[in-house]
């Protein structure tokens, strides 16, 4: 599924179903991508031929950059803000739903809805650069959508130090201390192979007992369709605000790094 600018793309190999996503600002998500993941996500959940999903993004560089500025500023109306937060929800609640166990491979920074995608991974094998950050609340929205996903991973007390320090970067050690990653290598071909070698065991595993497995890993989230749709529209509402136009406007103004 390719668009003007970016695509997610996927490929079946050996039990092994292999999405990769990509757009040219870091790997940000518009709409347009986050749709085509959550169709992918559910896509491969349900293919009999798939015994483990690796979710990845393309470029050795950034794995996220969250939320389009570009199309944050677009959004108009209460409905149409929810409407694309809702991408975020979607994407979350795919994984979460998807009986097949869920490999993040992760390259490199994540920023906000893609702290959130990492959250939402049952296993998440990083380089040791891949910081993340909860950028939202400064610029005046908050990670509401995917506050849910991150909390669980890693504890109210590391959900509110992200959310609450916003401009800082945690490291990739930080990041496995409070078990957002599993494991932490050095090199992108070092997490390859640890990605490899650990879907390819999955891969010969019994399918029923990771399907079992899953259950429990999310349990106590059955109401995450209604919750994350809630926090979509939190999110619809407050990204009109003047604040948080002038803020976005100046993260954009910003010399690329």
């Given at each position: 599924?390719?668009?003007?600018e970016?695509?997610?793309?996927?490929?079946?190999q050996?039990?092994?179903?292999?999405?990769?996503?990509f757009?040219p600002?870091?790997?940000?998500?518009?709409?347009?991508?986050?749709?085509?993941?959550?169709?992918?996500?559910?896509?491969?959940?349900?293919?009999?031929?798939?015994?483990?999903?690796?979710?990845?993004?393309?470029?050795?560089?950034?794995?996220?950059?969250?939320?389009?500025?570009?199309?944050?500023?677009?959004?108009?109306?209460?409905?149409?803000?929810?409407?694309?937060?809702?991408?975020?929800?979607?994407?979350?609640n795919a994984?979460?739903?998807?009986?097949?166990?869920?490999?993040?491979?992760?390259?490199?920074?994540?920023?906000?809805?893609?702290?959130?995608?990492?959250?939402?991974?049952?296993y998440?094998?990083?380089?040791?650069?891949?910081?993340?950050?909860?950028?939202?609340l400064?610029?005046?929205?908050?990670?509401?959508?995917?506050?849910?996903?991150?909390?669980?991973?890693?504890?109210?007390?590391?959900?509110?130090?992200?959310?609450?320090?916003?401009?800082?970067?945690?490291?990739?050690?930080w990041?496995?201390?409070?078990?957002?990653?599993?494991?932490?290598?050095?090199?992108?071909?070092?997490?390859?192979?640890?990605?490899?070698?650990?879907?390819?065991?999955?891969?010969?595993?019994?399918?029923?007992?990771?399907a079992?497995?899953?259950?429990?890993?999310w349990?106590?989230?059955?109401?995450?369709?209604?919750?994350?749709?809630?926090?979509?529209?939190?999110?619809?509402?407050?990204?009109?605000?003047?604040?948080t136009?002038?803020?976005?406007?100046?993260?954009?103004?910003?010399?690329?790094?």
């Open positions: 599924m390719r668009h003007s970016g695509y997610v793309s996927h490929e079946i050996h039990g092994i179903a292999t999405i990769e996503f757009h600002s870091s790997n940000a998500l518009p709409a347009a991508i986050l749709h085509d993941l959550a169709k992918t996500i559910n896509d491969m959940g349900l293919d009999h031929r798939v015994k483990v999903i690796v979710l990845r993004s393309a470029g050795e560089r950034a794995f996220c950059a969250g939320a389009s500025f570009d199309e944050l500023m677009a959004i108009a109306n209460v409905a149409d803000g929810k409407k694309f937060f809702s991408g975020f929800a979607n994407v979350i994984m979460r739903k998807c009986h097949k166990l869920v490999i993040g491979r992760v390259q490199g920074k994540a920023v906000g809805g893609g702290v959130g995608i990492i959250a939402a991974c049952d998440a094998i990083a380089t040791d650069d891949s910081s993340v950050k909860l950028s939202e400064a610029v005046g929205i908050g990670p509401f959508v995917v506050g849910p996903a991150v909390e669980r991973k890693i504890g109210a007390s590391g959900f509110s130090q992200l959310a609450i320090d916003a401009t800082e970067w945690r490291s990739a050690e990041a496995k201390r409070h078990g957002l990653y599993s494991e932490v290598h050095k090199t992108v071909l070092e997490v390859d192979d640890a990605v490899s070698g650990l879907s390819e065991r999955l891969a010969h595993s019994s399918p029923e007992a990771m079992e497995l899953k259950k429990i890993f349990v106590g989230t059955d109401n995450w369709d209604t919750l994350l749709a809630d926090r979509a529209g939190i999110s619809g509402h407050l990204v009109l605000s003047t604040f136009r002038n803020a976005i406007n100046k993260f954009k103004a910003k010399p690329a790094k």
